[in-house]
T-cell receptor, first 115, second 109 residues
Framework: DAGVIQSPRHEVTEMGQEVTLRCKPISGHDYLFWYRQTMMRGLELLIYFNNNVPIDDSGMPEDRFSAKMPNASFSTLKIQPSEPRDSAVYFCASSSDSGGTDTQYFGPGTRLTVL | GESVGLHLPTLSVQEGDNSIINCAYSNSASDYFIWYKQESGKGPQFIIDIRSNMDKRQGQRVTVLLNKTVKHLSLQIAATQPGDSAVYFC????????FGAGTRLTVKP
């Protein structure tokens, strides 16, 4: 298995632009998580899905952030409009059907820089 | 998530020595704990887990100790190798998952 796949690996954009991050979870995993990692705040859970349905989006910082999971093999995290404070590494993780507390497998992350 | 400062705690050890990385967790009701290893430019990688009904669990070269009385978790790495150099952080799970700040381990050859 190729593991969790994320794209792009690096994204540099200007303030105000729309940014879309993509994730392909491990096949068969029913849970998908989006995290943001910064030096200041560490690793933060933004949102997670179970069977393509958003379960908890309380970690999404504001309305500029949105996430979708149109099918079991694809999810997007969109920031519109982006701001410099959104600069971070965004990780996607997936896990098997065990209530979300089973081992999560992380993707390599997308390093976002907003100028 | 947990708030962290600009500088991670660091631990520097000599190759071949044992390493002990500590983590204080916040929720006394947390019933599952995980240690992750994160190498530069990569996502966190699962190392070992432990449930709250245990106080010790061993893996290959790693041991996790859980002290629920003081809400403390530790990761012991035996015979530390250069490839162990990374940031290590713990996660506690009850209804949600919370991550610790992380400790940067540097192994000197």
């Amino acid at each position: 298995d190729a593991g969790v796949i994320q794209s792009p690996r690096h994204e540099v954009t200007e303030m105000g632009q729309e940014v879309t991050l993509r994730c392909k979870p491990i096949s068969g995993h029913d849970y998908l998580f989006w995290y943001r990692q910064t030096m200041m705040r560490g690793l933060e859970l933004l949102i997670y899905f179970n069977n393509n349905v958003p379960i908890d989006d309380s970690g999404m910082p504001e309305d500029r952030f949105s996430a979708k999971m149109p099918n079991a093999s694809f999810s997007t995290l969109k920031i519109q409009p982006s701001e410099p404070r959104d600069s971070a590494v965004y990780f996607c993780a997936s896990s098997s059907d065990s209530g979300g507390t089973d081992t999560q497998y992380f993707g390599p992350g997308t390093r976002l820089t907003v100028l | 998530g947990e708030s962290v400062g600009l500088h991670l705690p660091t631990l520097s050890v000599q190759e071949g020595d044992n390493s002990i990385i500590n983590c204080a967790y916040s929720n006394s009701a947390s019933d599952y704990f995980i240690w992750y290893k994160q190498e530069s430019g990569k996502g966190p990688q699962f190392i070992i887990d432990i449930r709250s009904n245990m106080d010790k669990r061993q893996g290959q070269r790693v041991t996790v100790l859980l002290n629920k009385t003081v809400k403390h978790l530790s990761l012991q790495i035996a015979a530390t190798q250069p490839g162990d150099s990374a940031v290590y952080f713990c996660a506690e799970i009850k209804d949600d998952m919370r991550f610790g700040a992380g400790t940067r381990l540097t192994v000197k050859p």
